[in-house]
Structures are given as structure tokens and as C-alpha cells.
């Protein structure tokens, strides 16, 4: 690992905390209740901060730069993402952003960006909203939702120039597709993977060739949507939670209770364990959690710190549930 990603590695620490809950995702949460979460994250010592423009129109990004204006810049790193510009939308009046999953009003749409152009546009408008100078760490976000091969030939060689330029620190993409993962890796020009969904206690595809890619590169890995959108979230999961943003499939509401079952014969809850998991590779420097509220935030802080039997682990791989 380079210098500059082993010091930005070093000060992210091993927990994060994901914007998208502030940006009202699947339900509204009130200006009180999100500050409240980001306090309680910092006051339990999390300094690393990620967001988007796509989480709530730019709401999250615009609460949490109103959080860190009272805090000293030099002791929190934050990443936000380009890619979505945000256009203002005169139709969108009068109704809410709950087709992309937001609980807020459609005074804006998304319009797809990747060019160097885009990119510049797209940090500027962000650093905008934060109410900041810079950024530490920016990702290309989805880049796979578009058209990944013209979205990673020009995004990463603008999101280069900008760590060129001292603009950002580090550079990145962060996706739930493994082969925009994977691609991103191999182009040899980024920092940090977002994996988001693919490493987790339910499923791990990354574990073929993006992990093992970015272990031979020295690229860091935050892992996010360690819950798979929320299924992993309860110790008892149900077809009334979200995997990946949507409904629940049947086949793997089934494999969700049963590593419930079995983090159960050892006295551990299954959010405790999808929790744990995605640390013990040793390319991921940071797990991102989600949370909208201070209860939400302290108890994933807490599951952080209880004890996971390693037999726990093994049992997972012999009976097929895990890979590593």
C-alpha cells in the first residue's frame, strides 16, 4: 500500500458512517433526528463520513456539512461521489423522490455524468452543499447503472487528475456490480473499493476476484450495505425487510434465517455477525454503516465490540454458508 492510502487507511479507522439514512432513505427522518446520529457517532469516535448527492437530492450531504462546520477539519474524513448531477426539475413539484428510494421532495432529478467535465461539476456542487473546501476521498458512484466501460474510461482518469492536482487525497468507485468493481481494480488508478452488498455475511462474490485483486494492489476496501439493504439488520429476518433496495426473494429469506439459526446456536444475534464479518479480510480498512437515528447508530457501535466465537465462523464454512 502507498504511503498516501496506508495515512488515509489510518485515519478513516475501521467504522464509518454511511449517508444514506440522512438522506431520508425509505422514510422521512427529521433535521433533529440526523444530527442527533451524526453526534452519536462522533462522540463514540467515528470520524469517517460518506455521502452522495444521490442520497436524498443532496439533503445528506447538505446535513452533514452542517454537522461538520463545527468540527476541526483536520480531524474527519469525509468521501462523497460523482457521476449524478443534480438538475432542478419544475415537474418533479409537489411530489417525492420514492421511486429512487428517498423520502423527499422531486424538486431535482439525476442526469448521468462521467465525462471530466461531469466530474468537476459534480465535486464542485458537492463541496457546495457540504460547506466544505475539499474532500479526502471521491468515489465514482455506480458507474455500472450507465454504461460502465465509457463511465470508467472517463471518470477515473478525471478523478486522477483531481488527486494529481491535490484536489482530493484518494480516488475510488464504489458499486454493488462485481465487474465494475473488478474493472476498477484492475485499471490500476484507484485507492479504495466502496464494495457495497457483495462481501457480506449473505453473499460474498467479491471474494472470487475483487478482493483478491486488491490485495495483490495494496487498494483499501470499505465495505458497506453489510445488511444487504436491511435484511441482515434484525436477528430475526422477514419478508417485510429490503434486500437490495427491493422485496425479499424467497430462496434468500430462507438463507438469511438459517445463518440466523446458527449465529443463534453460538449466543450471537445475526446483525452482531454481519457486523463482524466483512472485518476479517484483511483488505477491507473500514465497514460503512448506515443509520438515520441515535439508537441506530449506537447499536451497530455496539455490536461492533461484543464477542464472535470463532467456532461461530467455522461452522458458517462447513455447512456451506460462508466461503472464508
Excluded at 444514506?20 to 469517517?48: F, I
Excluded at 465494475?180 to 460474498?204: I, P
Excluded at 490485495?215 to 417485510?240: D, K, M
Aim: one cysteine or more; glycine letters at 12%; charged letters at 20%.
Amino acid at each position: 500500500m502507498s504511503g498516501e492510502r496506508a495515512r488515509l487507511a489510518g485515519r478513516i479507522g475501521t467504522v464509518g458512517l454511511g449517508g444514506a439514512g440522512l438522506g431520508n432513505l425509505y422514510h422521512p427522518v427529521s433535521d433533529e433526528q440526523a444530527r442527533a446520529a451524526l453526534e452519536a457517532a462522533w462522540d463514540r469516535g467515528v470520524r469517517y463520513f460518506d455521502t452522495a448527492p444521490h442520497y436524498g437530492l443532496g439533503l445528506s450531504e447538505r446535513r452533514l456539512g452542517e454537522f461538520l462546520a463545527s468540527k476541526p477539519r483536520a480531524e474527519f474524513v469525509v468521501s462523497t461521489k460523482v457521476g449524478r448531477l443534480l438538475v432542478p426539475d419544475p415537474d418533479g413539484a409537489g411530489t417525492l423522490d420514492l421511486a429512487n428510494g428517498f423520502a423527499v421532495p422531486a424538486t431535482a432529478r439525476r442526469v448521468w455524468d462521467f465525462s471530466a467535465a461531469g466530474v468537476r461539476r459534480g465535486l464542485a456542487d458537492s463541496l457546495g452543499r457540504l460547506g466544505l473546501d475539499s474532500v479526502d476521498l471521491l468515489y465514482l458512484h455506480d458507474p455500472d447503472e450507465h454504461a460502465l466501460g465509457p463511465a470508467l474510461d472517463t471518470g477515473l482518469p478525471a478523478l486522477s487528475a483531481l488527486r494529481e492536482e491535490g484536489v482530493v487525497s484518494a480516488i475510488g468507485v464504489g458499486s454493488k456490480s462485481v465487474p465494475a468493481l473488478l474493472a476498477a481494480a484492475r485499471s490500476g488508478m484507484v485507492d479504495v473499493l466502496m464494495v457495497a452488498g457483495r462481501f457480506t455475511l449473505l453473499e460474498q462474490p467479491a471474494l472470487d476476484d475483487v478482493l483478491p485483486e486488491c490485495r495483490e494492489r495494496g487498494i483499501a476496501v470499505a465495505s458497506a450495505g453489510v445488511f444487504n439493504s436491511g435484511l441482515l439488520a434484525e436477528p430475526a429476518p422477514s419478508a417485510e425487510g429490503k434486500y437490495e433496495y427491493g422485496t425479499v426473494p424467497p430462496s434468500v429469506l430462507a438463507r438469511a434465517n438459517t445463518l440466523a439459526a446458527v449465529c443463534g446456536e453460538f449466543g450471537v444475534e445475526l446483525p452482531t455477525a454481519a457486523l463482524r464479518f466483512p472485518l476479517r479480510e484483511p483488505a477491507v480498512r473500514t465497514v460503512v454503516l448506515g443509520a438515520a437515528t441515535a439508537a441506530q447508530v449506537e447499536d451497530n457501535l455496539r455490536r461492533l465490540t461484543e464477542p464472535v466465537p470463532e467456532g461461530l465462523w467455522a461452522v458458517l464454512r462447513e455447512r456451506g454458508l460462508i466461503r472464508t
